[in-house]
């Protein structure tokens, strides 16, 4: 992004109050920067924080930018939120410019790289269902299928969450469910 001459459109889609693309913002001001979200409430806030980014809410599930108008999209920590995930990433391919980018980020909580991936292989329990509102669950194998099949290619994809926030996301997990309190 800072090698560009050019102003770049950057649509962050469920952005919470928009809190990464202020912080992009902050860093790289030349770009434009656009968020939205289903959360009326998370938008209202954002718009009172952050002045110079545009921020709106998604009405009826449409995302709402013209074929290949967006140079970047962020899609983080979204598609275990969401129902219709193939959609999203259907829309996002189909706003990107052709040399666009699509930066997505989403827990591999079905993977044996992770702790929640050990307890769920070992114990056949899924802890995050149950207390962080995760209704899809994702493996390295099967966010690569999701993206080949709405012709996305990754380029570079990582691993970041480290053990000890694993280990104690877990434990709270652990304590939320024998509290049997709602998340």
Known sequence: LKAQNHQLKILDIGCGAGAMIASLQKTLPQHQYNGIDVSAKAIEYGKSQYKNINLDIIKSGKIDFPSSSIDLVIISE???????????????????????????????????????????????????????????????????????ATNLRPIQYSYSQHLFWQISMTVYQILLIALKKDV
């Open 78 to 148: 979204v598609l275990e939120h969401v129902d219709d995930y193939k959609n999203i990433l259907e829309k996002a391919t189909e706003i990107l410019k052709k040399d666009g980018f699509l930066y997505l980020t989403s827990p591999l909580e079905k993977s044996l790289l992770t702790v929640q991936g050990i307890i769920l292989k070992t114990t056949n329990i899924l802890l995050s269902t149950k207390t962080t509102g995760h209704i899809n669950t994702f493996t390295k194998k099967t966010i690569f299928g999701i993206l080949h």
